[in-house]
């Protein structure tokens, strides 16, 4: 039985939301370590742990990323951060069940903050030139081809207060 002070894994759930649009505001960094501190604690395959987690908070970044495919991801420019979830295939064959784990832990974790997030697509997706999604977000951040990626994941502080439906 939850105690009178705690929310239950259920009532995140049921209360969890994909926000797309953020008020501008800066999310402590605090904050963002107890989003990837979550995504740590994500189980892997044979606990192999091919996750790396990069925190996005600057500017012309979010922005890259944003574009990072041809559709789904401009909102991105307007996120206080995002993080996007790395995973090394050559640690890991499971690293799209491993990933999707962590984006999910963090996506939890981010309702319990009060923050907004959407999960952002990256894997088979490709921007208006037919570049892979995924080379692209490598290249922003500077990470070796065998590092892959399922998505990230959009942040800020939610727009307005959002009891159902999304924004």
Not at 58 to 78: I, S, V
Not at 87 to 92: M, P
Request: with cysteine.
């Amino acid at each position: 039985m939850p105690t009178p002070n705690s929310r239950s894994l259920l009532a995140l759930m049921r209360s969890r939301r994909s926000i797309r649009r953020y008020s501008g505001g800066p999310i402590p960094q605090a904050s963002l370590k107890c989003l990837t501190d979550a995504a740590a604690l994500a189980p892997t395959s044979r606990d192999r742990k091919p996750c790396a987690f990069h925190c996005i908070t600057d500017r012309a970044q979010l922005e890259q990323l944003a574009r990072a495919k041809a559709a789904g991801a401009a909102f991105t420019a307007n996120a206080a951060a995002a993080i996007v979830v790395s995973a090394d295939s050559t640690i890991s064959d499971t690293w799209i069940e491993d990933s999707s784990i962590a984006l999910t832990y963090m996506m939890l974790e981010a309702e319990a903050l009060g923050l907004g997030c959407c999960w952002v697509q990256m894997h088979l997706r490709f921007d208006a030139d037919g570049t892979s999604a995924e080379e692209n977000v490598r290249r922003i951040l500077d990470l070796p081809e065998q590092h892959r990626i399922v998505g990230f994941l959009a942040l800020g502080q939610p727009e307005e207060n959002v009891s159902g439906g999304q924004l």
